[in-house]
């Protein structure tokens, strides 16, 4: 059953068309991912689908009357959160958010779990969610996984995190170049499609083009006789009239030959002809690190920090040394970016915190919202010499920008062409240490696997917090594991450490088991000796035998438990 869906939706601001005459089914109950690149017009569709914004042209038909919606946006920066109803309360508990936190002194990821349980608790039929997943952190991202795969609502989710599409989505909408493409499936289903289609076009194109020459070579090869009899009929002498007119019918029938040759090919081409693929949308990042003037770049001496009554953690002792790549792990509110913004100086704390006077650090925030929105491209980077500036241009072709949005104000962009804009600082600068919280937040997939690619050559030293567990696993040496009131330093990567945990969880949760057996075995063996001086007709026979089996099943079930694993 459909819920809706879109016919010919179309929008263009002035010139510039975002997306032409889209049209897909919206299916009840289904969960849609809704991918592409940045500026491909994925949050505009959304509003679109809202009925926030009018389309330029087109329509969203519902079936029946309109249903209720609920539309999550990327990034807000005042979001309406004063609704504490009881349904508001209650999903804030599943979150475990405690009583009384505020939004504007609560973690990013503290904030984004405030406006889900919002924006779930409304359960409407229709959930458009922009960006769900920037901030949480791996329980929160598992808690919102569970709800929308348990819900009986219709989702449209705008998702650049592969592991939670991949989780969530039975259906995928790829928004590109202007147009809008429906696969079945999750998102590794819609890559695998994706690809064989493109390998099949790619070998239909080869084939087609190798005919194409083919046919342009019996036209050319055929031009030539018809260019020679045209000149030999044009040859003057006695007794050539036979042999101008032999040579002048000759070039006319080859000019017929052209010609039927070529409207066969257009005519070809028309009906079976395919285009060259679309290249695959490809950014370049050039982050270039500068050389090492030290060995230590910051150092921790019994450093505390504390909120009120609250202590994120206490007498944290640890070194990061130049060239370094540590990931930094932990709970949504145990203190990442609060220990980011110690490094720089921003935030109080308690004890000695040393950092490096010889070494250039580049900052990315969480937020793309405090950027000067008004300004142009060409006005934000203005202090840039005019060597920079022709670095610059090619930087901002390699990132995937347009020249028309040179001149564009920023608030124009999307929010991972915003990320972009930031990233295109370090681009200009030869920074030696990157800290960088939440790098991947609203980059679509190839910008994600670029900076991937681009880190990982990047020689400076690097200090990341990231709930992307690809982008984690792939540029970490290193971990800096938040929780238990304090902050630690491993030498390992983020999978070796999940696997610890979960072997020590295993071992403790085998401890546990072993001590409840005990404790059961010897219950048991009491009872058996009571039982052993009664008779079956005694009065407390009957409660004891059937305690005993009891015992006997509970034992049993926690030795095949223990098989099981």
Not at 195 to 205: G, P, S
Not at 253 to 268: G, T, V
Not at 427 to 445: A, K, R
Request: charged letters at 30%.
């Amino acid at each position: 059953m459909l819920l809706g869906r879109l016919e010919e939706l179309s929008v263009a601001y002035g010139d510039v068309t975002i997306f032409e005459q889209v049209s897909a089914e919206i299916p009840e109950s289904a969960v849609i991912a809704l991918v592409g690149p940045n500026g491909a017009g994925k949050s505009t569709l959304m509003e679109r689908i809202a009925g926030s914004r009018e389309p330029s042209s087109g329509l969203v038909r519902w079936n029946g009357k309109r249903p209720s919606i609920t539309y999550f946006r990327q990034e807000e920066a005042s979001p309406d959160l004063s609704a504490d109803t009881g349904e508001v309360l209650a999903e804030r508990k599943k979150w475990r958010l405690s009583e009384g936190v505020a939004y504007n002194t609560a973690s990013g990821g503290e904030r984004m779990k405030l406006r889900l349980s919002a924006a779930l608790a409304e359960q409407s039929r229709l959930v458009l969610l922009d960006e769900p997943t920037n901030h949480l952190d791996r329980e929160a991202l598992e808690r919102l996984i569970g709800q929308i795969r348990g819900s009986r609502s219709t989702f449209i989710v705008v998702s650049h995190d592969r592991h939670f599409v991949d989780r969530v989505a039975d259906r995928i909408w790829e928004l590109d170049h202007g147009t809008l493409t429906e696969y079945e499936g999750n998102y590794t289903d819609y890559r695998n499609k994706k690809e064989a289609a493109r390998a099949a076009q790619q070998k239909h194109y080869e084939q087609q083009q190798k005919k194409v020459a083919r046919v342009q070579e019996q036209i050319d090869q055929l031009s030539d006789w018809s260019d020679k009899g045209h000149r030999e009929s044009m040859k003057k002498g006695e007794g050539r009239m036979g042999a101008k007119e032999y040579f002048r019918m000759k070039a006319k029938k080859k000019d017929i030959q052209i010609r039927s040759k070529r409207r066969r090919l257009e005519a070809e081409l028309d009906q079976d002809g395919v285009e060259k693929p679309a290249e695959e949308a490809s950014v370049t990042f050039d982050v270039k690190g500068g050389q090492r003037k030290g060995t230590r770049v910051f150092e921790l001496r019994d450093v505390s920090k504390s909120y009120g009554n609250r202590t994120l953690f206490r007498a944290v002792r640890l070194t990061i040394l130049s060239g370094e790549r540590l990931a930094l792990l932990g709970p949504n509110g145990s203190g990442k970016t609060t220990l980011f913004r110690m490094l720089l100086g921003e935030e109080p704390y308690e004890g000695e915190l040393w950092r490096t006077e010889g070494m250039t650090i580049g900052v990315l925030s969480q937020s793309v919202l405090d950027l000067p929105l008004e300004e142009t491209m060409k006005a934000y980077f203005s202090s840039t010499t005019y060597e920079q500036q022709g670095k610059l241009r090619t930087d901002l072709a390699n990132l995937g920008f347009s020249p028309e949005q040179w001149t564009l104000p920023l608030s124009h962009l999307s929010m991972g062409e915003r990320l972009k804009v930031k990233l295109m600082r370090f681009i200009l600068e030869g920074t030696d240490v990157l800290l960088l919280d939440e790098p991947t937040n609203h980059l679509d997939l190839p910008s994600r696997e670029e900076l991937e690619r681009t880190l990982g050559t990047f020689p400076g030293t690097l200090l990341f917090a990231s709930h992307d567990r690809y982008f984690t696993e792939k540029l970490a040496d290193g971990i800096l594991v938040f929780g238990e009131g304090t902050v630690r330093k491993l030498l390992m990567g983020p999978a070796e450490w999940e696997e610890k945990r979960s072997v020590t969880g295993e071992q403790r949760g085998g401890k546990v088991q072993e001590e409840n057996r005990m404790r059961l075995e010897t219950e048991r063996q009491a009872v058996l000796g009571k039982l052993s001086l009664l008779m079956p007709g005694d009065l407390e026979y009957a409660g004891l035998d059937r305690r005993f089996l009891e015992l006997t099943r509970e034992i049993r079930q926690l030795e095949e438990c223990r098989k099981g694993n």
